[in-house]
C-alpha cells in the first residue's frame, strides 16, 4: 500500500496515462523531444525494476495535422479516419523512441466492449503479463477507429484508470501540463496552492476542478480526478504530474514532492467489484421493498425473488442490473435470470423457483459476490 511518497520507491508496476497536449504540435505534428525523453524516463524505471505501460492519446490529434483539420469540427466518422491515419504516426514515434535504448514496444488497441467481457477483460490481462515478463512496454490506446459512443471509455483518462486495474498496477500516473491539483485555478489565483497529497478523494476535492482542456485534449482536471476516484476505488493508487518538466517521472517514483498523489482509501473495492460498477452497462432495473433493501444493507443478503416489486428492461441472465428501493440506487449486480423468467418469481420464496420455472439454477436473484453497495445506507 501507498501512505506517503516514500512508498514509491517500492512500487513495481505503473500506468502513465500520457496527454495529447505533451505530445501534439500545430507545426511539427509529433514532439519527439517529449516522446524520446518519456522514453528515457521508462527505461530509467525499467531498470530499477519497475514495470511500465503506457497510456497515450495523440493519434486523433496527430490524424487532425497530417489531414489539415485543425480548428475543425469533426464527425464520428472523420474522428476515426484521423485515429486511422494518426496512430501508425504514434507507435512510430514511440518505436523509434524506445529503439535508442534497445527496448520494445507494443500496440494495444481497446474499447471498453474488450473490458465488459470478462473473457476478454482477462485475455487483455494476460497479454499484458506476457509482455511484462519480456520486457516489453504495453502501449495502449483507445480504438478511435472503429469505437462509438456506446463503448467509448470518454477519454483516456478514464482507460488509464481502467487499464490499471487489468494489469494490476500499484499506480495511475496521469502527465499532462499542469502541475497537479491546485485549491484554486492558479491562472486566476496567483495564491492558489498545490495539493500535494490527497488521502480521501472526496466532495470538496472534486470541487476543486475545472474542466477546461487543451486545444488537443478531451480532459481537463475533472476528467482527471473521476479517473483518480475510479482507480482508487479500485486499490490503485494516482499521481498527477506535469510530464513537461524535466525527469518528472522519474522523480515522482523517487518520492519527491512534485505533482500530487492520491491515496487509496480503506473502502477499496475487489477488482471484480471493480469490473461491475464501473465497467459493465447497466441493461435493466429491479424494485425492492425496504425489507430487501435492509438485509442487503446491513445483512450481508443475496437479492431474493421475495423481496422484488417489479422488474423493468429486458436483460439475459448475467447481465448487470441496477437495484433500486424507495430511497434510490441501492446496489448493481450480476442477475442470475432473464428478466421473463425474473418477472415470474418477483415475490415468491425461493423454495418456489423451481415449481415456477421448471428450474432452479440459483435461489437468489444477485449473488452476494456479484453485487455491489453503491448507494447511501
Known amino acids: 500500500m501507498i501512505h506517503t511518497r516514500q512508498d514509491l520507491k517500492h512500487v513495481r508496476r505503473v500506468v502513465v496515462k500520457i496527454?495529447?497536449?505533451?505530445?501534439?504540435?500545430?507545426k511539427t505534428a509529433i514532439r519527439m523531444d517529449r516522446v524520446q525523453h518519456i522514453a528515457l524516463q521508462v527505461h530509467r524505471l525499467q531498470e530499477s525494476g519497475i514495470q511500465v505501460c503506457l497510456v497515450s492519446s495523440g493519434s486523433v490529434a496527430l490524424g487532425r495535422v497530417h489531414l489539415g483539420w485543425l480548428g475543425k469540427e469533426l464527425s464520428v466518422h472523420e474522428k476515426q479516419a484521423a485515429a486511422a491515419v494518426g496512430q501508425p504516426w504514434l507507435m512510430a514515434a514511440y518505436r523509434e523512441a524506445f529503439a535508442t535504448y534497445d527496448m520494445q514496444v507494443a500496440q494495444m488497441?481497446?474499447?471498453?466492449?474488450?473490458?465488459r467481457h470478462r473473457r476478454r477483460y482477462l485475455n487483455a490481462s494476460n497479454t499484458s503479463e506476457t509482455l511484462f515478463s519480456l520486457g516489453v512496454t504495453p502501449i495502449v490506446n483507445e480504438n478511435d477507429t472503429v469505437v462509438v459512443e456506446e463503448i467509448k471509455f470518454g477519454d483516456n483518462d478514464c482507460l488509464g484508470a481502467l487499464v490499471g486495474m487489468a494489469v494490476h498496477a500499484d499506480l495511475l500516473v496521469m502527465m499532462t501540463d499542469v502541475d497537479g491539483l491546485f485549491d484554486a485555478?492558479?491562472?486566476?489565483?496567483?495564491?492558489?496552492?498545490?495539493?500535494s497529497i490527497v488521502p480521501v478523494l472526496n466532495e470538496g476535492i472534486m470541487a476543486m476542478a475545472g474542466d477546461v482542456g487543451s486545444q488537443f485534449g478531451t480532459g481537463g482536471m475533472l476528467s482527471k480526478l473521476k479517473a483518480t476516484d475510479i482507480a482508487t476505488r479500485g486499490g490503485v493508487a494516482?499521481?498527477?504530474?506535469?510530464?513537461q518538466c524535466d525527469g518528472a517521472l522519474s522523480k515522482l517514483m523517487s518520492g519527491e514532492d512534485l505533482g500530487t498523489l492520491f491515496l487509496c482509501g480503506a473502502d477499496r473495492q475487489t477488482r471484480h467489484q471493480h469490473w461491475i460498477t464501473d465497467i459493465l452497462n447497466v441493461v435493466g432495473q429491479v424494485?425492492?421493498?425496504?425489507?430487501?433493501?435492509k438485509?442487503?444493507?446491513?445483512g450481508g443478503a443475496s437479492l431474493l425473488p421475495i423481496g422484488i416489486e417489479s422488474v423493468?428492461?429486458?436483460f439475459d441472465k448475467g447481465e448487470c442490473i441496477e437495484v433500486v428501493s424507495e430511497q434510490g440506487v441501492v446496489a448493481r449486480g450480476l442477475c442470475n435470470y432473464n428478466a421473463e423468467d425474473l418477472c415470474r418469481i418477483i415475490g415468491r420464496s425461493s423454495?418456489?423457483?423451481?415449481?415456477i420455472l421448471g428450474y432452479m439454477d440459483f435461489s437468489s436473484v444477485i449473488h452476494r459476490d456479484n453485487l455491489v453497495l453503491i448507494g447511501k445506507k
Not at 109 to 115: F, M, N, Q, R, S
Not at 185 to 195: D, E, I, L
Not at 238 to 243: Q, S, V
Not at 351 to 355: H, N, P, V
Open 109 to 115: 488497441l481497446l474499447t471498453k466492449d474488450d473490458l
Open 19 to 26: 496527454g495529447s497536449s505533451l505530445l501534439t504540435d500545430v
Open 295 to 298: 438485509a442487503l444493507w446491513h
Open 351 to 355: 423454495q418456489d423457483i423451481a415449481s
Open 238 to 243: 494516482a499521481a498527477i504530474i506535469n510530464g
Open 185 to 195: 485555478n492558479p491562472n486566476q489565483h496567483p495564491s492558489a496552492k498545490r495539493c
Open 287 to 293: 424494485n425492492i421493498d425496504a425489507g430487501a433493501a
Open 312 to 314: 423493468h428492461g429486458r
